[in-house]
């Protein structure tokens, strides 16, 4: 695994030793910044699912100003914070251990500011996604007009109490593109 793009573009990140975690491949995380842009400076991400915390990385090597990492397994907050020490960005990169099946963490360190951009990326078939979509629609925690990037499996229905603004396939994943502001 390694970063696509931005200051540490070709870094090689620790990767997980099974198959419990799924990393977005480079094709689908090339995808995603080209849609969102190259240049993240000042961005506060939030990284939901965040298994190794490639896309958070990502993004903070794209000149993002701080990324939360979201993940309930061990394995997974792990890897997280072995891969910030790797890239540098012990400072920028917080992790907050929380099931999302619960839905969004309320009083963890870090959840006093306001994020703009969140990625969403659940186990296929077997996340939470409505509820935590319908959470993100109304949550003080995203800015009016934040963006919301899901990564899912192609066949998941992407209808949410969020405004669509763009689906793209790639493989059997699925990126479904919203913001949080008006509701379609």
């Known amino acids: 695994m390694k970063i696509t793009g931005g200051e540490i573009r070709g870094r090689t990140?620790?990767?997980?030793?099974?198959?419990?975690?799924?990393?977005s491949s480079n094709k689908v995380r090339e995808a995603i910044f080209n849609i969102i842009g190259q240049d993240l400076s000042g961005s506060r991400v939030l990284d939901l699912f965040s298994g190794t915390?490639?896309?958070?990385?990502?993004?903070?090597?794209?000149?993002?100003?701080?990324?939360?990492?979201?993940?309930r397994a061990k394995q997974s907050l792990a890897l997280i914070e072995k891969n910030l020490a790797l890239c540098g960005y012990e400072q920028s990169g917080h992790i907050?251990?929380?099931?999302?099946?619960?839905?969004?963490p309320k009083s963890r360190p870090f959840l006093n500011t306001t994020y703009d951009l969140v990625f969403?990326?659940?186990?296929?078939?077997?996340?939470?996604?409505?509820?935590?979509?319908?959470?993100?629609s109304v949550s003080e925690q995203l800015e009016p007009e934040a963006l919301i990037v899901l990564e899912s499996v192609k066949t998941e229905e992407t209808r949410h109490a969020l405004s669509?603004?763009?689906?793209?396939?790639?493989?059997?994943?699925?990126?479904?593109f919203f913001r949080k502001g008006d509701y379609s």
């Open 13 to 23: 990140l620790a990767a997980p030793k099974n198959l419990e975690i799924r990393p």
């Open 53 to 71: 915390g490639l896309l958070g990385i990502e993004a903070l090597s794209r000149g993002a100003a701080l990324a939360l990492f979201v993940d």
């Open 164 to 176: 669509l603004l763009e689906t793209r396939i790639y493989g059997d994943t699925k990126l479904s």
């Open 96 to 104: 907050c251990k929380w099931d999302l099946s619960r839905g969004l």
């Open 120 to 136: 969403l990326d659940p186990p296929y078939k077997s996340g939470p996604t409505a509820k935590l979509m319908k959470e993100l």
